[in-house]
Nanobody, 128 residues
Framework: QVQVVESGGGLVQAGGSLNLSCTAS????????VGWFRQVPGKGREGVSW????????FYSDFVKGRFTSSRDNTNKTVYLQMNSLKPEDTAMYYC?????????????????????WGQGSQVTVSS
């Protein structure tokens, strides 16, 4: 099994940037595709991005496209989510999730049920 832990969240002003990290332990992270999700109270988890095992392919939700970038460093067993031009509506708990699924498309990548392992979340708060 793999365990993943998020870090890097915090409070930032609108227009600012944060870089979230998802660090794995246990199995090598390159065995897993990794998704980022976010959640606010009272709502389900919302897909943000997906990155393939190799890092060669990424998918992004429309509401973050052009602002967020996912990347990975498999040697250091870490996936990143660089968040630029942050907006107050980006405020949420952000989760990374690892998947053993061998094949993904841009639709299933944003379905929480396709992931096997989840981190504890990292809070991102964007002020006006």
């Amino acid at each position: 099994q793999v365990q993943v832990v998020e870090s890097g969240g915090g409070l930032v002003q609108a227009g600012g940037s944060l870089n979230l990290s998802c660090t794995a332990s246990g199995s090598p992270l390159d065995l897993y595709a990794v998704g980022w999700f976010r959640q606010v109270p009272g709502k389900g988890r919302e897909g943000v991005s997906w990155i393939s095992r190799t890092g060669l392919t990424t998918f992004y939700s429309d509401f973050v496209k052009g602002r967020f970038t996912s990347s990975r460093d498999n040697t250091n067993k870490t996936v990143y989510l660089q968040m630029n031009s942050l907006k107050p509506e980006d405020t949420a708990m952000y989760y990374c999730a690892a998947s053993t699924r061998h094949s993904y498309n841009r639709y299933d990548a944003f379905v929480p049920g396709t992931y096997n392992y989840w981190g504890q979340g990292s809070q991102v708060t964007v002020s006006s």
